[in-house]
């Protein structure tokens, strides 16, 4: 049976969630009651992979393959002792060095570095059309106002 959300009887219910469901109550019968309510939170974990994503400034790309691990199930009350709440991470601390995804991808997902080293060549050519494509785009925009 699913538990549902009572802002009353929660710790963590803020004074404007207990006065707009008050509010509601007051209203009268007419008006139906807002509910909120939550059923368990599902955890696959998925395998890493090499990558092929041009993004990376050096190194290869990470990317999730498509196996996965059995899901683990929590209720979320379950789920929220186990995993506290925690300030979100900036994209500078979830970015991975360069050396740290070399030894994930060789050492936990056991790609050989000749594999690595050819995505590496296509993403270098990926990165050197796009320089092109954009030089290309550039003169072409000046050419165009000087027409104008």
Known sequence: MEKQYNPERSIRASSHSR?????????GAMMRKK???????????YERDLG???SVDCGP???????????????????E????SQKRKSQ??????AGRRYSILLN????????????????KTIKDSRDRESVHAETFFRRTQVVN
């Open 61 to 79: 790309p990470i990317a999730i393959g498509w196996r996965y691990s059995p899901s683990h199930n929590h209720s979320v009350e379950e789920y």
């Open 108 to 123: 936990e997902c056991h790609v050989p570095m000749r594999r690595m080293k050819e995505v590496l060549k296509e993403i």
């Open 81 to 84: 002792s186990i995993h506290p």
């Open 92 to 97: 500078r601390e979830l970015a991975l060095p």
């Open 19 to 27: 006065k707009l469901y008050q509010e509601e109550k007051e209203e």
């Open 35 to 45: 509910r909120v309510s939550f059923g368990r939170v599902a955890i696959r974990e």
């Open 52 to 54: 092929d994503n041009p």
